[in-house]
């Protein structure tokens, strides 16, 4: 069932905390991304890295912040700047370079702000 | 910049009816375009991709470039069809290997 695992499923944060989503994959991907999904909001890209130690902003970074130290590893990090955190948070992972840009997700974390 | 628009959230057909589910995209260069679907507890997965020109559980999808167009299509709907729908665009230069998404369409097939 996909290689990329997202922990926890669940996570409820107090405002003001900051959480830390974990997303690994054992595909050998040099590519990960982070999306948030709303309803009737389609996917927005957080952040993605395309190599170990390296990342880019995507289009809703703000109260966000990622790490790419392993190739396996890209946890996200929900900050307290975040106005509004609560959503359902998805990882992926993709061959960069390969000629085709197939991302593969993993199961999601769905946070909720209390 | 790159965009994709998908016009309908909600789309309810009844078992064995045709099913077309749109997408347009705005893009100034040569785009790759995906269709995604999620169904129900499970994780969001590739449907088909336009460069390979496959036809994935019934459903075909053909890139207009002329109308910016993208739509999924299926002759004759099945209920294990209903799930959420995501079209998809990767363009390239600074936007290689970056999927910009649609808003989704909700399917529902009723039996």
Known sequence: ?114 | AQRVTQPEKLLSVFKGAPVELKCNYSYSGSPELFWYVQYSRQRLQLLLRHISRESIKGFTADLNKGETSFHLKKPFAQEEDSAMYYCALSGGGTSYGKLTFGQGTILTVHP
């Open chain 1, 1 to 114: 069932d996909g290689g990329i695992t997202q922990s926890p499923k669940y996570l409820f944060r107090k405002e003001g905390q900051n959480v830390t989503l974990s997303c690994e994959q054992n595909l050998n991907h040099d590519a990960m991304y982070w999306y948030r999904q709303d309803p009737g909001q389609g996917l927005r890209l957080i952040y993605y890295s395309q190599i170990v130690n390296d990342f880019q902003k995507g289009d809703i970074a703000e109260g966000y912040s990622v790490s790419r130290e392993k190739k396996e590893s890209f946890p996200l990090t929900v900050t307290s700047a975040q106005k509004n955190p609560t959503a359902f948070y998805l990882c992926a992972s993709s061959i960069f370079g390969s000629g085709s840009n197939e991302q593969f997700f993993g199961p999601g974390t769905r946070l909720t702000v209390l």
